[in-house]
C-alpha cells in the first residue's frame, strides 16, 4: 500500500503552508500529526502528491524543490523519490488522502480520473464552506469514502441534505490534542465549576462561499452553545466559567488581532488542569470541537450533548462522561448534581483519562487509523473506522 497525501503544502491543517511562514502567521496543524507518525512509523508506505505548480513552478524539479523547502520548514523528513506529481502512475493498493476543503472547491482530481482503481478519501474539516460545490465534485470524482471526527452521516442532516448520493457511514476519525496537553493537576484541588473556552465565530451572510450554508442555517453562530453560554453568563457564573470571544469572520485583520489577545491572555493547558469538568460545544455542521479532546488530556471531565458523536466513540453517560440533552437547563442541572456529587465525579474522571490513554493519544489514533486504511487498501470494500464501539 502507498498511502498518499495530496499536496499537503497548501493546507494549514497539514502544517505551516509558506504563505503563512513568511506572514508569520500561525496554521492551525489539525492534521499534521498524520504525516508525522506516517513518516516515523511507516515511511515505506507514506508518499505525497504535488500539483502542477505556476510560474517558474512549473517546472517539476522546481517544484519539488519548493516542497521539499515546505517539509524542512515543517521538520518532516520527506526523501525527494516519494514526491509524486503528473507523471506518476497510481493503482488498486493506493489512498490518496485530501482535506476536501483543499481538493474538491475546484478541479484539483481531474488528474487522477483516469486511475480508476485509486482509491480516493476526503476529510470533512470544515466542510460548510463552498458545500454545495465540495459535494458536486465528491460526486463527479467519485470519492470512495468521506473521513470526519464523527459519523455525519448520522449525526449531520446537512450532510446528507448535501450529500444524498452518500449512503454509507463517514469513517470516524478522533480528534488528536498538542502534545502540550496533557495532566499536570491532581483532581481534588481543581475548581468545582465546568470551564469553556472558544470562538465564537460570527459569520457574514453576504460572503458567497457560505451561500450553502445560510441557505440551510438560519443562525449565523456556528457553536450555538457557546454563544447561549456567553450571553447568559451571569446566569451561569456559579457554575460555568468561560474563556469565550465573538469573531466575525469576514474582518479578517480584527479577528486575527483578536485571536493574538485571547491566546495571550491565558495558557489553554492550564486553563485545563484548573477546572474539575469542561464543555466543548458542537459544531452547526455535526462535529465535535477538537477541544473536546484537550480537555480530556488534562484529566477533566467532559460534558457533551448525549448523541452518536460521543456515544460511537465509546463514551457513556454517568461512566466516562457527562451527557446533557443540549439545553442550558439540562447542562445546568447536570453540573449542579455532579458539584454535589464529588466522588461520583471522581470516578468518571478517573475512567475518562484512563479511556482517552488507552484510545486517544496522537499514536494509538494514527496506528488504528493506518491499520483501518490498510486493510482498505487490500480489498474490503469501505473503510471501517475501529473507532467506533458498538453499545
Not at 24 to 42: D, G, R, V, W
Not at 183 to 190: A, D, E, L, P
Not at 224 to 233: L, Q, S, T, V
Not at 279 to 290: F, K, N, Q, R, V
Request: aromatic share 18%; net charge positive.
Amino acid at each position: 500500500m502507498r498511502l498518499i497525501y495530496f499536496s499537503p503544502e497548501i493546507d494549514p491543517m497539514m502544517g505551516v503552508t509558506l504563505t503563512d511562514f513568511f506572514n508569520k502567521k500561525k496554521s492551525a496543524k489539525k492534521l499534521s500529526y498524520l504525516i508525522i507518525e506516517s513518516l516515523k512509523n511507516h515511511p515505506n508506505e507514506t508518499y505525497f502528491f504535488i500539483k502542477d505548480g505556476k510560474n517558474i513552478f512549473k517546472n517539476r524539479f522546481l517544484n519539488k524543490l519548493k516542497f521539499l523547502f515546505w517539509a524542512k520548514i515543517n521538520k518532516y523528513p520527506i526523501e525527494f523519490r516519494k514526491i509524486l506529481d503528473s507523471t506518476s502512475f497510481f493503482g488498486a493498493t493506493d489512498v490518496l488522502f485530501c482535506n476536501a476543503r483543499r481538493c474538491l472547491k475546484d478541479n484539483s482530481l481531474e488528474f487522477f480520473i483516469s486511475f480508476k482503481s485509486l482509491k480516493k478519501i476526503a476529510h470533512l474539516d470544515h466542510y460548510m464552506t463552498d458545500t454545495g460545490k465540495i459535494a458536486a465534485n465528491a460526486k463527479r470524482y467519485k470519492i470512495d469514502a468521506y473521513i470526519a471526527s464523527a459519523n455525519l452521516y448520522k449525526t449531520s442532516a446537512f450532510f446528507r441534505y448535501f450529500f444524498p448520493f452518500v449512503s454509507r457511514d463517514v469513517y470516524v476519525l478522533p480528534h488528536v490534542a498538542e502534545s502540550r496537553f496533557n495532566k499536570k493537576t491532581n483532581f481534588s484541588t481543581r475548581i468545582n465549576k465546568a470551564f469553556v473556552a472558544g470562538s465564537i465565530a460570527i459569520f457574514d451572510r453576504t460572503e458567497p462561499y457560505l451561500k450553502d450554508f445560510f441557505d440551510y442555517f438560519p443562525d449565523s453562530v456556528y457553536h450555538p452553545m457557546r454563544k447561549k453560554i456567553y450571553d447568559n453568563e451571569t446566569i451561569l457564573r456559579d457554575f460555568i466559567d468561560h474563556k469565550l470571544y465573538i469573531t466575525y469572520i469576514t474582518s479578517k485583520k480584527n479577528s486575527v488581532a483578536m485571536l493574538k489577545k485571547y491566546h495571550s491572555d491565558f495558557n489553554m493547558v492550564d486553563a485545563y488542569n484548573s477546572y474539575k469538568m469542561f464543555l466543548a460545544p458542537e459544531e452547526l455542521s455535526g462535529m465535535s470541537a477538537i477541544s473536546f479532546i484537550e480537555g480530556l488530556s488534562c484529566g477533566a471531565v467532559f460534558i457533551g450533548k448525549k448523541g452518536a458523536m460521543y456515544e460511537d466513540l465509546g463514551f457513556r453517560d454517568g461512566v466516562n462522561y457527562i451527557a446533557y440533552n443540549g439545553s442550558l437547563e439540562d447542562l445546568s442541572k447536570k453540573i449542579i448534581f455532579y458539584q454535589k456529587n464529588s466522588e461520583k465525579l471522581k470516578i468518571i474522571a478517573d475512567n475518562s483519562y484512563s479511556f482517552f490513554l488507552e484510545k486517544f493519544t496522537q499514536q494509538k489514533v494514527f496506528e488504528t487509523f493506518f491499520i483501518d486504511i490498510l486493510n482498505y487498501a487490500n480489498g474490503i470494500s469501505h473503510p471501517k473506522s475501529s473507532f467506533v464501539i458498538q453499545p
